[in-house]
């Protein structure tokens, strides 16, 4: 049970940080690789499918860890970072602007791992912890 929780820990920084990268980095990707733009990545569908991988794995790690550390503010933390996440996806750039959209994306993402990060320091490097082994 450790190593899933662990594992989706993990995951979820990994997707936070590539949709971070995503927002940030692919006008710089396209400028430098235009064939990049052939594989259709800067359209709203990816920031929908980024989420929809990022809800699942985020409440699982988040939820399983909290109810072993007890540490329950990261819990609410991550899902502040994934309201905004899904608030970026769902309002877009026709209500946000690009910029606007960008940062709260990137708020987002950055405050999911922040919580992640905290969550598997406390569930593996907590001497005393009760992480299920």
Not at 17 to 46: K, T, Y
Not at 53 to 62: G, K
Not at 106 to 133: D, M, W
Request: net charge neutral; with cysteine.
């Amino acid at each position: 049970m450790k190593n899933i929780q662990t594992l989706t820990d993990k995951s979820a920084i990994g997707l936070s940080l590539l949709c971070a990268v995503h927002c940030l980095a692919f006008p710089l990707i396209l400028v430098l690789l235009p064939s990049v733009a052939a594989l259709q990545l800067d359209n709203e569908a990816f920031h929908l499918w980024m989420v929809v991988a990022v809800l699942p794995t985020s409440t699982y790690a988040l939820t399983v860890g909290c109810k072993q550390h007890k540490h329950y503010y990261l819990l609410a933390f991550g899902l502040v970072g994934l309201a905004c996440l899904v608030l970026a996806v769902a309002l877009g750039e026709s209500v946000l602007t690009e910029a606007g959209e960008k940062s709260l994306t990137v708020i987002g993402a950055a405050i999911i791992t922040y919580g992640h990060f905290r969550n598997y320091r406390l569930c593996s490097h907590k001497e005393n912890c009760q992480c299920p082994q």
